[in-house]
C-alpha cells in the first residue's frame, strides 16, 4: 500500500480540487485580488517567490485545477523573464513528481512486464525507448496531449527518470513563455473588462514556431530509423 500511497493522494487530490478548488483558481480570482498580490510581492518577493512556486507545484503534482491561471499569474507577477524561470521551475518539478509517484507504484512493473510481451506492443515499446529524448520533447513542444498524460505516460513505458526531467524542463519552456507573456500584460486586460485570451497559443504564429520545435526535436528519430 505504501507503493500505491503517492497515486492515491494524486487521484483524491485531482477529484477534490475539480468540485471544490475550480472557482477559487480563476482569472475571476486573479482580477479581484491582483492590486493585493503585487502589494504582497513589493513587501515579500521572497515569500512570494516561494509561495507561488510552491502552489504551482502543487496545481501540477496533485492536478488541481488552474495550472494556466497560475502561469499566466507567474507573468503578472514577476515579468516575463522571472516569470518563465518560475512557471518552468514549478511545472518541471511538478510533473516530475507525478512521473514518480506512477513508476513507484505500477510503472516500473508494468514497464517490464510490457518489455517481456511480444508483437505489437514489444515494439512500440522499444520504439519509444529508442527514441525517447525525440518522443518526450514533441510531447511538450506541441501541447496535443495533456500535461497529466505526457506526464504518466513516460513512467508507464519504462523512461528513465533524468530523460524524463531534462526533456521536460526544455521542452515545456515555448509554451511557458507565451502563457507567460499573456500575463505579463493581463493587467490591461482586466482593466479593459475582458479575460485573457488562451487560444493565442494556436494561433499561426505562435503554434507555427512551435511546430517547427518539434519537426526539429524529431529529425534524430527519423534519421536513426532510416539507418536501421
Known sequence: MKKYLPILVI??????????????????VLRD???????????????TALGFVAGYFAIVALSLPGAAVASITGGFLFGLGIGT???????????????????LGFGSKLADQLSKSEGRVAQVMAGLRNNAV??????????????FVANVLPALVGIRFFQFFW??????VPGGLVFTW??????DVFDRGGTPDLSLIW???????????????????IFKNKEQ
Request: no cysteine; proline share 5%; aromatic share 10%.
Open 11 to 28: 487521484v483524491v487530490a485531482a477529484v477534490t480540487g475539480a468540485v471544490f478548488l475550480r472557482d477559487y483558481i480563476s482569472f475571476d
Open 134 to 147: 525525440s518522443v518526450l520533447l514533441m510531447l511538450r513542444l506541441v501541447p496535443v496531449v495533456p500535461f
Open 33 to 47: 485580488n491582483r492590486q493585493a498580490l503585487l502589494d504582497f510581492r513589493d513587501s515579500h518577493f521572497v515569500w
Open 167 to 172: 526533456t521536460t524542463a526544455l521542452g515545456i
Open 182 to 187: 499573456i500575463g505579463v500584460g493581463i493587467g
Open 203 to 221: 494561433s499561426p504564429h505562435i503554434l507555427g514556431p512551435l511546430l517547427g520545435l518539434a519537426a526539429l526535436a524529431a529529425l534524430p528519430m
Open 85 to 103: 524561470v518560475f512557471n518552468v521551475l514549478a511545472a518541471t518539478l511538478g510533473a516530475s513528481a507525478i512521473f514518480w509517484a506512477v513508476q
